[in-house]
């Protein structure tokens, strides 16, 4: 899948384009004249790339998994220079950075790994990208790989889940490439005018794998794996790797200067934040962020269209523990060296000024290394008009009042030094972050901010949510309180220790032996990277049977209700929830019913001295039938027993709370219900064990009747489609704080329409029929939710989203339409052999086979199957 094949036709070159003039011979010069904009820089990419029609070749795909929808390339960058593109894996157009899903809000340019060191008396640089996108110097190297993709998954409901891959799954979409800095063909590499020269390579494989999840402390971030082999010949000394971001901020259907697009970006770095157990923890953050300067409120309020959130990087894993990091950020002045500026210090005996030909824009490896190695960290954007040239700094630039109010910006996060020895493998691992509604208040910009004071603005941002998905981040990374390899240690924890009032006092770092380890806030891993994270039950294998004005949906639970919890080491299922929505946003779907398991949390007084009294909740929930084991009381009603009504027991106090609902029935007509309900027994584990008596093959596999289900929605509108799903969910994980987690009804969705089935179509002969008819352009039937509801068609015009529905359609058919003249206007190709989901349903977008729209009057129809023909005929009015 090229880069370019797709786009969504918004590219408009405004201020001039890149000349390229390229001999194509390897050994040629191909220079590139500076670019006058961002939309001539990416255009010239966009030429070369187009030029370069031979492998190694760029590959695209996407994470759709979290919150976070985000493309990575096979080239060393991540993002689409503010394009769109086909996943050649899912069919679907997937922009460059989308947070949080269904939003239609861009939060990403380009991205891109850069590398540098000193081999021998040379200083070079390896990037997939830099500020005027003239260079990409990452590979994949065919025909390894073929310079695709490996995917996986462990979610078992995944179409790439494969347990028998090579790829050991790790996260609910590991996506792995490889791909190299040994390419010298200029017609790929380009060139950096600066260095005077072609690409000149450090000899490094780099093997990634990026990671995502759909839980809920855990769909805010993407992982992203790293191992960096020297595969030279020549010792890499002193090397520094950083992330590039390139954090543009839109909406689809705007980009651009002037149109809330690049120009009103602003980037920052946050260290670190209050802990959310307050007692006065303070988390370490260090998270690179970049967000729109005020949100884009509209009339003093919020809409769909404000960009309230943050994203960056967060480095979770270096070479060693003892890293010099730095941040960096500029703003890229293309032909305007006036406008070209980057926060810098000016300079010391120990540490002189250097002279990069501008005050911000890298250019050329030795500059590019300068900035990976610097070690600085630099103001936020906000700040740029405050003078603080007695911290060091270089007085505030001509335009600092307009840069502090939102630019162009790019940054970098940076780490080393080491060396890699040839043959060296070393890792490296990274968060892409995000962290929803840092702009609270729609006035807060045009009240509170002034760029020669900003702090009164910059604390009207709320960053809890970026903090507090970074720490998880970092969490999954490397669990905090799990001793991963088996040496005695779990890691770093905190004790909020008290005093004599019971007020929380000093805090101590240090965990003693014989330190009561409920106490412990685990803050830090012990150094072993296990990128799992608690999840929910996998999702049940469902599917839907549509009939008029219903829609039954079947479900087969073995696997939910089975499958251990990878830190319990036992199944931690607790129940199912039906859902259905107009479309396949998360807010759209709405719980239909729900069912789970009768059991009670059990909570304990604490009174430990060297603890915080107060009342723990330390085990998972309880059936009745074991409480009153446990407590020898066999007419124990947990409810009875409140917070303020304890239970007594052995002199300790208890009391209970229902886990979830407790809505426990299967039998109500108008409910969950168990399909095989005269199967009242588990079968065995083995599946061996199990009889032709006790499985269904319904759902491709052998699988017990015991935990098949069902579930019915009535009075449906037969005339639109519903998204349907069946979630799991878990009863929590009370020992490290987690609620209850459940499958996100967007992971399983199935779509169909509450009609009748194409084997009662092809059973009863049942005629085709169209809708609506007459099709009334003045009726305005996306307004009204019957057309465009789908997320790729939300940045469609109203006439791209038109449709007419063909329904009672034979399984397999092909449908024609024709004007009165006999003219083909358009051919459909039918094609479930299967049956299934849409099978007697199909639509046409009123567009012509010649890509037109279709003009009002009188036209026919054809369906042609196996059955034989039909005709008929609907009426197009404007």
Do not use: C
């Given at each position: 899948m090229f880069l370019d094949s797709v786009s969504l036709g918004r590219l408009r070159v405004i201020l001039g384009v890149a000349i390229i003039i390229c001999f194509m011979a390897s050994e040629v010069l191909c220079r590139t004249v500076r670019p006058a904009s961002k939309e001539a820089a990416f255009t010239a990419y966009r030429n070369r790339m187009s030029a370069a029609q031979a492998n190694p070749t760029k590959y695209i795909t996407a994470h759709t998994r979290g919150k976070i929808h985000l493309a990575v390339a096979n080239n060393g960058t991540f993002g689409t220079f503010g394009d769109a593109f086909l996943d050649p894996f899912t069919g679907k157009i997937i922009p460059s950075c989308v947070y949080p899903r269904g939003s239609d809000l861009v939060y990403l340019w380009v991205g891109a790994f850069w590398i540098g060191a000193i081999v021998g008396r040379d200083t070079l640089v390896s990037c997939g990208s830099e500020d005027y996108y003239a260079t990409s110097e990452f590979w994949p190297e065919a025909p390894n790989l073929g310079g695709k993709f490996t995917l996986n998954s462990i979610d078992?409901?995944?179409?790439?889940?494969?347990?028998?891959?090579?790829?050991?799954?790790?996260?609910?979409?590991?996506?792995?490439?490889?791909?190299?800095?040994?390419?010298?063909?200029?017609?790929?590499?380009?060139?950096?005018?600066?260095?005077?020269r072609g690409h000149k390579p450090l000899g490094i494989k780099v093997s990634q794998r990026s990671m995502a999840w759909s839980y809920d402390y855990a769909d805010d971030f993407i992982l992203f794996d790293y191992e960096i082999e020297n595969i030279g010949k020549e010792r890499l000394k002193k090397v520094?790797?950083?992330?590039?971001?390139?954090?543009?901020?839109w909406p689809l259907i705007r980009r651009g200067p002037g149109q809330g697009g690049w120009d009103d970006d602003c980037v920052g770095f946050l260290a670190t934040y209050p802990a959310p157990e307050g007692c006065g923890f303070i988390d370490t953050i260090n998270v690179a962020y970049h967000l729109d300067n005020d949100g884009d409120p509209v009339g003093g309020a919020w809409n769909h269209l404000s960009p309230r959130s943050a994203v960056g990087v967060k480095i979770v894993r270096t070479p060693s523990d003892s890293m010099q990091f730095s941040f960096n950020w500029w703003i890229v002045g293309y032909e305007n060296v006036d406008l070209d500026f980057g926060p810098r210090?000016?300079?010391?005996?120990?540490?002189?000024?250097?002279?990069?030909g501008r005050l911000g824009t890298p250019e050329g490896d030795k500059n590019k290394y300068y900035i990976l190695s610097h070690n600085e960290f630099d103001y936020d954007t906000y700040y740029t008009s405050v003078d603080q040239s007695s911290k060091g700094w270089l007085p505030p630039p001509a335009f600092a009042d307009d840069f502090a109010n939102g630019y162009d910006s790019r940054y970098l996060l940076s780490f080393g030094p080491f060396d890699i020895e040839p043959g060296q493998k070393l890792p490296i691992s990274f968060a892409w972050v995000g962290g929803e509604d840092v702009h609270v208040n729609p006035n807060a910009?045009?009240?509170?901010?002034?760029?020669?004071?900003?702090?009164?603005?910059?604390?009207?941002?709320?960053?809890?949510?970026?903090?507090?998905?970074?720490?998880?981040?970092?969490?999954?990374?490397?669990?905090?309180?799990?001793d991963t390899d088996g040496d005695g240690f779990f890691g770093h924890g905190r004790v909020c220790s008290v005093d004599s009032s019971g007020k929380p006092g000093d805090i101590n770092d240090t965990i003693d032996p014989g330190t009561d380890w409920s106490n412990i806030n685990w803050y830090k891993g012990d150094g072993v990277p296990d990128f799992k994270g608690a999840g929910p039950p996998p999702a049940p294998l469902i599917k839907v049977y549509s009939g008029l004005g219903k829609i039954t949906v079947r479900w087969n639970g073995y696997y939910s209700e089975t499958t251990n919890d990878v830190f319990l080491g036992i199944p931690d299922f607790e129940g199912y929830r039906v859902y259905a929505g107009l479309d396949e946003r998360d807010e759209s779907f709405t719980i239909y019913s729900s069912y789970d398991i009768e059991n009670y949390n059990r909570f304990r007084w604490n009174d430990d001295p060297d603890g915080i009294p107060g009342w723990v909740h330390e085990e998972t929930p309880f059936t009745i039938d074991s409480l009153r084991s446990i407590f020898n009381d066999p007419i124990l009603l947990p409810l009875d027993w409140s917070r303020n009504n304890p239970y007594v027991h052995?002199?300790?106090?208890?009391?209970?709370?229902?886990?979830?609902?407790?809505?426990?029935?299967?039998?109500?007509?108008?409910?969950?219900?168990?399909?095989?309900?005269?199967?009242?027994?588990?079968?065995?584990?083995?599946?061996?064990?199990?009889?032709?008596?006790?499985?269904?093959?319904?759902?491709?596999?052998a699988l017990p009747k015991y935990y098949e289900y069902e579930y019915v929605l009535n009075d449906l509108l037969p005339t639109i489609p519903y998204f349907v799903a069946v979630t799991s969910f878990d009863f929590g994980s009370p020992v490290v704080g987690l609620p209850a987690l459940e499958v996100p009804p967007v992971n399983n969705h199935i779509v169909d329409y509450p009609q009748v089935t194409a084997d009662s179509v092809d059973a009863l002969n049942l005629p085709v029929y169209t809708y609506p008819n007459p099709y009334r352009i003045d009726q305005h039937y996306r307004a009204s939710g019957y057309e465009g509801r789908q997320l790729n068609q939300r940045d469609r015009p109203d006439d791209r989203v038109r449709q007419i529905n063909f329904a009672n359609l034979p399984r397999v058919c092909k449908i024609s339409i024709f004007t009165l003249d006999g003219d083909l206007v358009r051919e459909l190709d039918h094609n479930f052999p299967e049956g299934g989901p849409m099978a007697g349903h199909d639509s046409w977008d009123l567009i012509t086979r010649n890509t037109q729209l279709t003009v009002s009057g009188l036209y026919f129809w054809v369906v042609e199957s196996e059955n034989g023909t039909q005709i008929g005929k609907f009426a197009i009015i404007e």
């Open positions: 078992i409901n995944s179409k790439f889940h494969n347990p028998n891959s090579w790829l050991k799954p790790l996260s609910e979409q590991d996506i792995y490439t490889e791909y190299y800095d040994t390419t010298t063909n200029r017609s790929l590499t380009g060139q950096d005018d600066t260095d005077g520094y790797m950083g992330i590039w971001v390139d954090g543009d901020i210090k000016s300079g010391s005996p120990s540490d002189p000024f250097r002279k990069m910009f045009e009240d509170l901010f002034d760029p020669n004071n900003p702090t009164p603005f910059y604390r009207s941002l709320d960053f809890s949510s970026l903090a507090l998905n970074s720490r998880w981040a970092s969490w999954v990374y490397d669990n905090p309180g799990v052995n002199d300790e106090l208890y009391f209970f709370d229902k886990q979830d609902f407790n809505d426990a029935s299967l039998t109500s007509p108008n409910g969950i219900r168990k399909v095989y309900p005269e199967i009242t027994e588990r079968p065995p584990k083995d599946p061996l064990l199990w009889t032709a008596d006790e499985i269904t093959y319904e759902h491709g596999e």
